[in-house]
């Protein structure tokens, strides 16, 4: 339901969803402990950390973290905005006290790296990767794009979440448009 221009937030489960959790304004980001982000890395710091997942719980507990997801690493809108947004507002964000800025995606945590050093923002930004789209299946912000060759994905989205709990949430009506799932808004939300 669209509540605002602005954002949108969902208060009920759609009846999809009835098994599943999703995202909303109030919820947490981190219910199920079976799911498991993937922290950017080169193939190499995956063997090394024998290939390593981070928990949900250990990303969000006790934080205030931005997080944005987005369609795909090297795709238009994402490289060239959505990303780019976020790395302008990074300090204004630290300003509020945000303790990480995330950047996650349906890929596998070497694409996302590879991404992040081309766009030359790792000091300023988290990436990990969801690489078998659970995270965002979890959330219902998953999204098949499958007729632009890209398969399952991400909706583009951003969030402000303390402690575990969603307390501001954006989507996109499509993964092509900006309009609201940028840093500028979300910066002025919280």
């Keep these: 339901m669209l509540t605002s221009a602005t954002k949108l937030t969902r208060t009920a489960p759609s009846l999809r969803s009835f098994s599943r959790y999703f995202a ?3 919820s947490r980001i981190d219910t199920d402990p079976k799911i498991h982000l993937q922290k ?10 024998n290939f390593s997942t981070t928990p949900l719980r250990e990303i969000f507990k006790g934080k205030k973290v931005v997080i944005f997801g987005l369609p795909g690493a090297f795709t238009g809108v994402c490289s060239a905005q959505h990303v780019p947004s976020f790395v302008k507002y990074a300090d204004q964000f630290k300003g509020k006290g945000v303790d990480s800025i995330i950047c996650v995606a349906v890929n596998d945590p070497y694409v996302m790296n590879g991404w992040a050093e081309k766009l030359q923002c790792k000091d300023k930004l988290d990436f990990y990767g ?3 789209g659970k995270f965002h299946k979890h959330m ?3 999204l098949d794009l499958s007729s632009g060759l890209l398969g399952h994905r991400s909706q583009r989205w951003a ?11 954006n989507v996109e009506k499509v993964p092509s ?7 500028k808004t979300l910066y002025e939300q919280i």
């Design 130 to 132: 969801d690489f078998d």
């Design 159 to 169: 969030a402000y979440v303390e402690d575990g709990v969603i307390k501001q949430l």
């Design 40 to 49: 950017a890395r080169t193939w190499d710091e995956g063997v090394s950390s």
């Design 140 to 142: 219902e912000l998953d």
């Design 24 to 26: 909303s304004v109030g």
């Design 177 to 183: 448009d900006f309009k609201i799932s940028d840093a």
